[in-house]
T-cell receptor, first 113, second 114 residues
Framework: QKEVEQNSGPLSVPEGAIASLNCTYSDRVSQSFFWYRQYSGKSPELIMSIYSNGDKEDGRFTAQLNKASQYVSLLIRDSQPSDSATYLCAVPRPSGGSYIPTFGRGTSLIVHP | GAVVSQHPSRVICKSGTSVKIECRSLDFQATTMFWYRQFPKQSLMLMATSNEGSKATYEQGVEKDKFLINHASLTLSTLTVTSAHPEDSSFYIC??????????FGPGTRLTVL
């Protein structure tokens, strides 16, 4: 089982709709969860972090965490064509007193007008 | 969020030459930085973890003698690709780790080896 799993997509949604991106992770002791956005040809950009169960909202973005189910999701409300990008889920894995960055393969989102 | 710069943004070099890429955290001190490589339409691949004042930790399959990493200060890490060959052509990205384990990425360096 991969440490962090995401559906590679592409996920295609119409402009104005809600885009739902999902991620599961394997290490139960993980405490920190991140979503990054990567436009084609660019480096990733941190858009959301979440550390406790429940929802965290920031503008049009909502991160949802369920540690019991080892599941973290990202909702994008009122999707815009400019949201079209690859979204990376990251769950740092404890290792030898430090943390190893662990990314999913990313979900490609396409928002069509 | 924190700002991380990378230089150069793009480099073209001849096969056999060495290329140095600098990564700087501009507004915070980063004890840990990471170096990634990304081929077109592929996932991010972690190459190594760069720790200030100590040797880098390389991921399996990454040649430490080919990809030299130096993290001499809390704001600067460098990656040197030695004796570069066309197969080393890729997008190299650094990141600095924040106190809550978040990562702030540099803009990346696109390396083309002729």
């Amino acid at each position: 089982q991969k440490e962090v799993e995401q559906n590679s997509g592409p996920l295609s949604v119409p402009e104005g709709a809600i885009a739902s991106l999902n991620c599961t992770y394997s290490d139960r002791v993980s405490q920190s969860f991140f979503w990054y956005r990567q436009y084609s040809g660019k480096s990733p950009e941190l858009i959301m972090s979440i550390y406790s169960n429940g929802d965290k909202e920031d503008g049009r973005f909502t991160a949802q965490l369920n540690k019991a189910s080892q599941y973290v999701s990202l909702l994008i409300r009122d999707s815009q064509p400019s949201d079209s990008a690859t979204y990376l889920c990251a769950v740092p894995r404890p290792s030898g007193g430090s943390y190893i960055p662990t990314f999913g393969r990313g979900t490609s989102l396409i928002v069509h007008p | 969020g924190a700002v991380v710069s990378q230089h150069p943004s793009r480099v073209i070099c001849k096969s056999g030459t060495s290329v140095k890429i600098e990564c700087r955290s501009l507004d915070f001190q980063a004890t840990t930085m990471f170096w990634y490589r990304q081929f077109p339409k592929q996932s991010l691949m972690l190459m190594a973890t760069s720790n200030e004042g100590s040797k880098a930790t390389y991921e399996q399959g990454v040649e430490k003698d080919k990809f030299l990493i130096n993290h001499a200060s809390l704001t600067l890490s460098t990656l040197t690709v030695t004796s570069a060959h066309p197969e080393d052509s890729s997008f190299y990205i650094c990141s600095a780790r924040g106190v809550k384990l978040e990562q702030f990425f540099g803009p990346g360096t696109r390396l083309t080896v002729l």
